[in-house]
C-alpha cells in the first residue's frame, strides 16, 4: 500500500466531488484492463480514488495522481476477509469515508474455453472466489462505512454471457449469474441505509485485456459486431460513462437493476 501522505489532495471538480471510491482488480495500467479504466474515469469526475489489486497497482494511482487526481494504491486479496477490511480501513484512513465500490476484480474473463468434462475443482473453486466470494467481501467490508454516510453506491461488473448460456465456460458464467443475484438481494438489504447496488454489464470489450478475439480471429470480432444493433467495437471509454452514472446521485432511483452498456446485442 502507499503511503497516504503521498496522496495529491487537491479539491477536485465534478459529479462525484467528495466521494470517495474504491476499484478492485484495477492494476495494469490505464488502458489495459477495465478497472484501470473505472479508476480513472471515477477520478476525472473529481472522486478520490483506492485502486486495489493483489498485483501492484501504484502504476495506475501514480498516473491519476500525476493528472491532479487523489489516488491511493492499495494491495488487496479480495478473497482474504482481513485483507478486504484493511483496504476499506485504508480508504477512510486517507480519505475520510468511502462512498462507492466496483466490484471489478475477476479470474475466468479471458480464459481459454474449457468443457465441463475437462473444468477441475479448483478453476471453478478460483473463479467462484475472486468474483463471488471477493464482492461479497468487499460488500460487507464498505456497507457500514456508507451507512455511516447514509448513501452509497456499490456497481458489481457483471456479463451478457450471463444471458448468453455461453458454453465451456461454466464457471465464468456461473459467477457472474451469482453477481446478479446478490446484487438484487443486496439492492433489498441496503435500501434503507441508503446504498444502492446495480450491476453494470457489457459483452466482449476489444481493450489488450479481451485477448485474441480481436486480433487471431478477426472473423470472431466481426461476427461479434454483426450481432449487435450498433455495430461497432465496444471499447473501454465506452463503459466510463454509465460506470460515472451508477456512482453518481444522478442515479439514485435505480438500484437492483441490471444494466447492460454492449451497444444492443442483448436487450433486458
Known amino acids: 500500500m502507499s503511503d497516504p501522505s503521498s496522496?495529491?489532495?487537491?479539491?477536485?471538480?465534478?459529479?462525484?466531488?467528495?466521494?470517495?471510491?474504491?476499484?478492485?482488480?484495477a492494476a495494469y495500467g490505464p488502458k489495459a484492463a477495465l478497472g484501470a479504466v473505472f479508476a480513472e474515469a471515477?477520478?476525472?469526475?473529481?472522486?478520490?480514488?483506492?485502486?486495489?489489486?493483489?498485483?501492484?497497482?501504484?502504476?495506475?494511482?501514480?498516473?491519476?495522481?500525476?493528472?491532479?487526481?487523489?489516488?491511493?494504491?492499495?494491495?488487496?486479496?479480495?478473497?482474504d476477509e482481513r485483507s478486504?477490511?484493511?483496504m476499506a480501513a485504508a480508504a477512510v484512513e486517507a480519505f475520510g469515508r468511502l462512498d462507492i465500490l466496483v466490484n471489478n476484480a475477476?479470474?475466468?474473463?479471458?480464459?481459454?474455453?474449457?468443457?465441463?468434462a475437462a473444468l477441475d475443482v479448483d478453476a471453478?473453486?478460483?473463479?467462484?472466489?475472486?468474483?463471488?466470494?471477493?464482492?461479497?467481501?468487499?460488500?460487507?467490508a464498505a456497507a457500514p462505512r456508507m451507512a455511516a454516510n447514509g448513501w452509497g453506491k456499490i456497481v458489481n461488473i457483471g456479463s451478457t454471457t450471463m444471458q448468453e448460456g455461453l458454453p465451456n465456460r461454466l464457471h465464468y458464467v456461473s459467477m457472474k449469474g451469482g453477481i446478479l443475484a446478490m446484487t438484487r438481494?443486496?439492492?433489498?438489504e441496503l435500501g434503507a441505509q441508503g446504498i444502492r447496488v446495480n450491476t453494470l454489464a457489457t459483452g466482449l470489450v476489444a481493450n489488450p485485456a479481451a485477448g485474441a478475439a480481436f486480433t487471431a480471429k478477426p472473423e470472431l470480432a466481426a461476427a461479434i459486431r454483426t450481432?449487435?444493433?450498433?455495430?461497432?467495437?465496444?471499447?473501454?471509454?465506452?463503459?466510463?460513462?454509465?460506470?460515472?452514472?451508477?456512482?453518481?446521485?444522478e442515479?439514485?432511483?435505480?438500484?437492483?437493476?441490471?444494466?447492460?452498456?454492449d451497444k444492443g446485442a442483448y436487450f433486458t
Open 185 to 188: 438481494a443486496l439492492a433489498r
Open 7 to 25: 496522496v495529491h489532495r487537491s479539491s477536485g471538480q465534478g459529479r462525484l466531488a467528495g466521494r470517495v471510491a474504491i476499484v478492485t482488480g
Open 106 to 116: 475477476v479470474v475466468g474473463s479471458n480464459v481459454p474455453p474449457v468443457p465441463l
Open 124 to 140: 471453478w473453486d478460483r473463479v467462484m472466489a475472486v468474483g463471488l466470494r471477493g464482492s461479497f467481501l468487499c460488500a460487507k
Open 84 to 86: 478486504v477490511e484493511a
Open 227 to 249: 450481432a449487435r444493433a450498433i455495430k461497432e467495437d465496444i471499447t473501454s471509454e465506452d463503459l466510463k460513462g454509465p460506470l460515472v452514472f451508477l456512482c453518481s446521485p
Open 42 to 79: 471515477l477520478c476525472a469526475e473529481g472522486a478520490s480514488v483506492v485502486v486495489a489489486d493483489i498485483v501492484d497497482a501504484e502504476p495506475v494511482a501514480a498516473a491519476l495522481r500525476a493528472t491532479g487526481g487523489r489516488a491511493l494504491a492499495v494491495s488487496v486479496d479480495v478473497t
Open 251 to 261: 442515479s439514485d432511483a435505480i438500484t437492483g437493476q441490471f444494466i447492460v452498456a
